[in-house]
C-alpha cells in the first residue's frame, strides 16, 4: 500500500538524545502532506515550574514533527523509511477511529509530570507511553509494529531497558493493560486519583502514587509499588515471584493489604453459598 494512502500512521523522527520519538498521523490521501494531522506528545509547564506531559493535535505542518528522521523538513520524499511509516488503520478497526484517538489523547493532558529516559527508569510518562497507551485501547501492543524495530524508543520499547509505559486518562481510575499485550509493561498511577491497575500475564511493575489505590498484577512476576493512601495488593492466580513495595508513611504502610485471587474466588463462592441458604 502506498504510504499516501489514506489512512492512520505510526511514524517517528529524531528526539534529543538520539531516542525516537513516536507520533500519529492521519493522512487524507492528498501528495501535500501539509494537509496531515498528527497526534503527538510534548511537554509544558505548568504553573510556570512543573514540566507535565501534554498532548498536541495539530496539522504536522505546524508540529516538530515536520522534521524527519533526517532532520529535512516535511515533504512528498520523507514519508517512507526517513519516517518509518507503518499503517496501522486496519489494527485501529478503520480511519474513523481517529477523532477517538484525539478525544482520548486530549484526556492524558497535563495529567502526568513529564519524565525523561535517563537511568533505566522502572516507568517513563513521555510521548512514546503516550502513543502506547492510545494504542493499548484498541487492543494493539506498540511493541510488534515494526517501525519500533529500530532504535531506542524509551516510554514504548527500548535496547536500553527504557520501560514501556502505560499511563491513565483524565481522571478515570481504572489504568488497564490490553489482554492483547504480548509481553509485561509498567504502569503508572496518579497522584490526585484512586487508581485501580490491571496488569498483564507477563512480568509487570504496578505504581501506585497517591491515593488508596488497587494494584492487580495477574500472573507472571510482578512489581507492586504503593505510595501515599491506603492500597490494595492483589497477587493473581499463575502469579511468580512477586515484590511488594509499600509507600508513604508507617500509617499508610500500616493500612495496605496483600490479597490473593483465590482468595477473593473462594470468599465470593462462600458469599454465594451463604445467599443461597438464607433464601431457601
Known amino acids: 500500500m502506498s504510504l499516501l494512502a489514506p489512512g492512520i500512521y505510526l511514524e517517528s523522527t529524531t528526539a534529543g538524545g538520539g531516542f525516537r520519538h ?10 501535500d502532506p501539509h494537509n496531515w494531522k ?28 515536520k522534521y524527519d528522521l533526517n532532520g529535512s523538513l516535511l515533504g512528498p520524499e520523507s514519508v517512507s523509511d526517513a519516517r518509518r511509516a507503518a499503517d496501522i488503520t486496519g489494527k485501529l478497526g ?15 493532558n497535563e495529567v502526568y509530570p513529564y519524565e525523561l529516559p535517563f ?16 494504542l493499548n485501547r484498541y487492543g494493539v501492543d506498540i511493541r510488534t509494529i515494526g517501525t519500533l524495530d529500530f532504535g531506542d524508543f524509551p516510554g514504548a520499547k527500548g535496547v536500553d531497558d527504557k520501560a514501556a509505559t502505560l499511563l491513565g486518562a483524565g481522571t478515570d481510575p481504572a489504568i ?4 492483547n499485550l504480548e509481553t ?22 504496578l505504581f501506585g502514587k497517591e491515593g488508596d489505590d488497587i494494584l492487580d498484577g495477574g500472573a507472571g512476576n510482578d512489581v ?29 504502610r500500616r493500612d495496605d493489604r496483600v490479597v490473593f485471587r483465590t482468595s477473593l474466588i473462594d470468599a465470593a463462592a462462600a458469599g454465594r453459598r451463604d445467599h ?3 433464601q431457601a
Do not use: C
Open 22 to 31: 513516536l507520533y500519529m498521523v492521519l493522512k487524507d490521501g492528498s501528495a
Open 38 to 65: 498528527v497526534i503527538r506528545g510534548d511537554f509544558g509547564l505548568k504553573l510556570g515550574v512543573t514540566a507535565f506531559l501534554t498532548t498536541d493535535h495539530r496539522s504536522i505542518e505546524d508540529s516538530l514533527d
Open 94 to 108: 478503520g480511519i474513523g477511529a481517529w477523532n477517538d484517538l484525539v478525544s482520548y489523547a486530549l484526556r492524558l
Open 119 to 134: 537511568g533505566g527508569e522502572d516507568h517513563v510518562a513521555n510521548s512514546n507511553a503516550l502513543i502506547l497507551t492510545l
Open 176 to 179: 488497564t493493560a490490553s489482554p
Open 184 to 205: 509485561g509493561l509498567s504502569i503508572l498511577g496518579r497522584d490526585d486519583v484512586d487508581d485501580i491497575i490491571t496488569g498483564t500475564g507477563f512480568d509487570d511493575r
Open 224 to 252: 507492586f509499588k504503593g505510595g501515599p493512601g491506603a492500597d490494595i495488593f492483589i497477587v493473581g492466580e499463575g502469579a511468580g515471584s512477586v515484590d511488594v513495595i509499600l509507600g508513604g508513611s508507617d500509617e499508610d
Open 276 to 278: 443461597r441458604n438464607t
